[in-house]
């Protein structure tokens, strides 16, 4: 016989009704994406895994353990120039890995593979499937910042019990940026059209954010110097909060400021996480 | 149960059926009442089910008795819903008649354009349901609007009695579809893209895959479950979706272009897969515009153009009510020959179209103007097709 002509019976459990509990409650949606989401990027973990590890590691032999030989004993905001540059990348790489997934990735399933397609039309809703996908950006973070804090104490750098707490900001960073990332895609038309994006607003956090020199003065004040106004625009930039909490656990030190940090970076999550839903939703549902 | 407390989330009281239950994340159970309406049942304890739509209440009852007498004081409105008739508890396999898909004057707007213009129909049960009609005709977009992928911009839509866009959780838990386009996973393994899907349907792992086997083994793939996608031939591919579409149980099936762009032995063989699913009870909508598959599968045909429907009926009653039993075609004639008085004449591009109802008159014709491009056959479907779409290009 013909292979697939027909002639084989129709599985039972499409001619006889079974009783099957169907898992359609939150936890559930959440977790399908999220599988889908893993078992893809392990089916190519190598392919996938090595820039996003390598990069944040040749930024720190390259600043790090390079400059860092010319500096004789200097403490960076109370830590070694290793530790300091180490804490930071930690950081930008699980913005790096959130902002990667949900632009250019997202892009590719929403515009060429129809991924999204194949999710809505189950009962998953547009927030299910989105929440997941932020949610496997976090796991990328707290896996990439994991990576970067034990390959950096192969060179040296010294860490505290506190930062077994690593991963936690490198999830709510990979979440954060996932979802801002995703707001970024809703407008996007063409695929070129990220490089303004990642050139014009990831990059200068990258550097900007305290990853490689310490930007904010240590109090906050009015923005009437020009000190003022740098260290105001510092803290309203989205990574410098995880850079200086993952400093913190590095540190093993927390003040007033470690709580604002804690505070900002889970205000933008929430604001960006809300943003990123109330405008996919129009890309997608057409 | 009778004797065991249920702690009861009462949902929705005003609208019967009309669950927005968004998530219980600690599991639960949805109950549809008898007399239209729907509880959240979480044995033990409500800590963490939530209702964002509708007035809800936590309440504590003793037994399905009592949920029971709760449930008539609580939906004053008896109107049983066509949901309920499907999916209420205890009628699983009950059969009712009513249309699985109504649409009334049905309307979406991309600006200036109408893609779905004024469309009315209804799709009843076990029925197959195909719609036919030039690119952009709007076929795509009704069966996005039927799966609340695309919302309406006026007229009326119900599925299984519910409304898409908000009620899509309950309308697409029971409905399987096959899109036009390859959209499975191609990285994964062809078993591992179907477990993700079944993973979305709400599925557990164990099932999801004694359901694919189950699948893969009806349309003979099996040996095939752990290539790539990518390693497939279109064929497979196609097979593999429909596998993904029926892995819900869908009561009923939609099917874009299913066989588009696949060598005619595939094209027998989906067709061959898609009877046996017909002859199950399944109700299947499918678009195409090849008019050998809608005269092979449908039991109706809609003929769209420019978002409307332009004819709604049988196959054959189409062929017979709108044209003449021959036709005559016969392509780059120099000049039209004399033909009798029951012979219509058409001219489209570079082909002359005589039509009769008497093969004489056009046997005659034939003899006259015989050339290797000139066929004398039997009116079809596509001779409708192209009689209310036009000849030219649509585009």
Not at chain 1, 145 to 150: D, G, N, P, Q, Y
Request: proline content about 4%.
């Amino acid at each position: 016989m013909k292979s697939g002509s027909g002639g084989a019976p129709l599985p039972e459990f499409m001619r006889v009704e079974q009783a099957c509990a169907l898992r359609t409650g939150l936890f559930w949606s959440l977790y399908g994406v999220w599988y889908r989401h893993v078992k893809v990027y392990c089916r190519t973990l190598i392919a996938n895994a090595m820039p996003p590890v390598l990069e944040p590691l040749f930024f720190f032999t390259a600043v790090a353990v390079g400059l860092s030989t010319y500096m004789r004993d200097g403490l960076f905001d109370g830590l070694p120039y290793t530790a300091f540059v180490a804490s930071g990348i930690l950081a930008s790489s699980s913005m790096f890995t959130g902002v990667f997934e949900t632009t250019y990735a997202a892009f590719v399933r929403l515009t060429w593979q129809k991924t999204y397609d194949a999710m809505l039309s189950t009962h998953l809703r547009v927030h299910e499937v989105f929440t997941g996908e932020f949610l496997f950006c976090g796991t990328k973070g707290a896996v990439f910042s994991a990576v970067v804090m034990l390959v950096t104490m192969l060179f040296g750098v010294k860490i505290t019990p506190w930062c077994v707490l690593v991963p936690v900001v490198g999830f709510a960073t990979a979440y954060l940026f996932g979802a801002i990332g995703l707001i970024v895609t809703s407008y996007v038309k063409m695929i070129n059209n990220f490089t303004f994006f990642t050139t014009g607003v990831i990059t200068p956090l990258f550097f900007f954010s305290g990853t490689f020199f310490p930007v904010f003065s240590g109090t906050l004040g009015p923005p009437t110097s020009v000190r003022g106004v740098v260290d105001l625009l510092w803290f309203v930039l989205p990574l410098s909060h995880s850079v200086e909490l993952s400093r913190a656990l590095y540190k093993a030190q927390a003040d007033w400021m470690t709580l604002a940090h804690v505070g900002m970076l889970l205000l933008y999550v929430v604001v960006a996480h809300w943003l990123a839903l109330r405008r996919i939703r129009t890309r997608v549902l057409g | 149960m009778g004797d065991a407390a249920l702690a009861v989330f009462l949902v929705a009281v005003v609208e019967p059926v009309d669950l927005d239950v968004r998530d219980c994340l600690f599991g639960g159970e949805v109950v549809l009442h008898p007399l239209g309406g729907a509880f959240v049942v979480v044995p033990g304890v409500v800590v963490g089910v939530r209702v964002f739509r509708g007035p809800g209440l936590i309440l504590v009852v003793d037994g399905l008795a009592a949920l029971q007498r709760l449930g008539e004081v609580v939906f004053p409105r008896a109107a049983a819903t066509p949901y309920d008739a499907w999916f209420g508890k205890g009628t699983m396999n009950a059969q009712t008649q009513e249309p699985i898909v109504t649409s009334r004057d049905l309307l979406k707007c991309y600006g200036k354009l109408h893609a779905v213009d004024g469309v009315s129909f209804d799709v009843h049960p076990t029925e197959c349901v195909g719609f036919l009609g030039p690119n952009g005709a709007g076929k795509t977009t009704l069966m996005r609007m039927i799966l609340s992928l695309v919302g309406k911009s006026g007229g009326e839509l119900n599925v299984f009695g519910l409304t898409p866009m908000s009620q899509r959780k309950l309308i697409n838990r029971h409905i399987g579809v096959v899109f036009q386009d390859n959209n499975l996973d191609s990285e994964l393994a062809a078993a591992d893209s179907l477990l993700v899907h079944g993973l979305y349907c709400g599925l557990d792992h164990g099932t999801a895959r004694k359901r694919i086997a189950d699948l893969l083994a009806w349309m003979e793939l099996s040996e095939k479950a752990g290539s790539e996608i990518r390693e497939l031939s279109g064929g497979m591919v196609r097979r593999l979706m429909i596998a993904r579409a029926l892995l819900n149980q869908p009561r009923l099936l939609i099917l874009d272009e299913p066989t588009t762009g696949l060598d005619p032995q595939v094209r027998h063989v989906i067709w061959a897969l898609l009877r046996q699913l017909k002859r199950q009870g399944m109700t299947i909508l499918l678009t195409t515009h090849y008019m050998e598959e809608a005269q092979q599968l449908a039991d109706r045909v809609m003929i769209m153009d420019h978002g409307k429907v332009l004819l709604d009926g049988a196959p054959n009653a189409l062929v017979e009510r709108h044209l003449e039993r021959y036709v005559l075609q016969a392509a780059g004639l120099s000049a039209i020959p004399e033909h009798d008085g029951d012979v219509r004449h058409e001219h489209a591009g570079d082909a002359d179209f005589f039509y009769s109802n008497t093969e004489a008159s056009l046997q005659k014709l034939y003899e006259r103007v015989r050339t290797p491009f000139t066929v004398l056959r039997h009116a079809n479907l596509e001779d409708v097709f192209l009689k209310f779409t036009g000849h030219g290009l649509t585009e």
